[in-house]
T-cell receptor, first 114, second 112 residues
Framework: SQTIHQWPATLVQPVGSPLSLECTVE??????LYWYRQAAGRGLQLLFY??????ISSEVPQNLSASRPQDRQFILSSKKLLLSDSGFYLC?????????????FGPGTRLTVL | AQSVTQLDSHVSVSEGTPVLLRCNYS??????LFWYVQHPNKGLQLLLK??????LVKGINGFEAEFKKSETSFHLTKPSAHMSDAAEYFC??????????FGAGTRLFVKA
């Protein structure tokens, strides 16, 4: 069966510090991978998605970046965190079905920037 | 363009009473529709999905949803609420490509 891991589960970082969040998927090959952010009281915002190694599409301009160094690994990074980067970060992978895409989500990382 | 609207930001029900979470969508072609549930500080879990088969879709934990093309709706229902159903629920439409569009979410409160 497929599983998706995210770490760390929680993170508290000072403003201006770097960030690296990691997501890995097991039990599937060549998944589509996604990073979402969920700010307090708001819905999910798609940040990046990837359809293959080294292929990253950015949805929202910001100080975050993503990389996919391996087929089942997706990394979210920042060189300098802002207060507004605080939120709940969710990684997801998807199966391309016959009609439409449904996604499976990781447990999330709670990031607090102070 | 595709969009999804969850008509209520909050819904409050008593335990044992029916649940109705409303969702309307806009799509230029036949959509795929999904409902996800998120408990506090957890990831999202797929409740059910509609992909152009039967219009009444049954999901996990006693939830079901009915696709009504004439009303462009995909409301989520459950006959009897349980305390463990208290969570946030997201209605989602698939664009048919690699991306999905999430509604703003409906927070369900269940009173004892």
């Amino acid at each position: 069966s497929q599983t998706i891991h995210q770490w760390p589960a929680t993170l508290v970082q000072p403003v201006g510090s770097p960030l690296s969040l990691e997501c890995t998927v097991e039990g599937t090959s060549n998944p589509n991978l996604y990073w979402y952010r969920q700010a307090a009281g708001r819905g999910l915002q798609l940040l990046f998605y990837s359809v293959g190694i080294g292929q990253i599409s950015s949805e929202v301009p910001q100080n975050l970046s993503a990389s996919r160094p391996q087929d089942r690994q997706f990394i979210l990074s920042s060189k300098k965190l802002l207060l507004s980067d605080s939120g709940f970060y969710l990684c997801a992978w998807s199966v391309r079905g016959l009609a439409g895409v449904w996604q499976f989500f990781g447990p999330g990382t709670r990031l607090t920037v102070l | 363009a595709q969009s999804v609207t969850q008509l209520d930001s909050h819904v409050s029900v008593s335990e044992g009473t029916p649940v109705l979470l409303r969702c309307n969508y806009s799509s230029s072609y036949s959509p795929s529709l999904f409902w996800y549930v998120q408990h506090p500080n957890k990831g999202l879990q797929l409740l059910l999905k509609y992909t152009s088969a039967a219009t009444l879709v049954k999901g996990i934990n006693g939830f079901e949803a009915e696709f009504k093309k004439s009303e462009t709706s995909f409301h989520l229902t459950k006959p009897s609420a349980h305390m463990s159903d208290a969570a946030e629920y997201f209605c989602v439409v698939s664009t048919g490509g690699f991306k999905t569009i999430f509604g703003a979410g409906t927070r369900l409160f269940v009173k004892a």
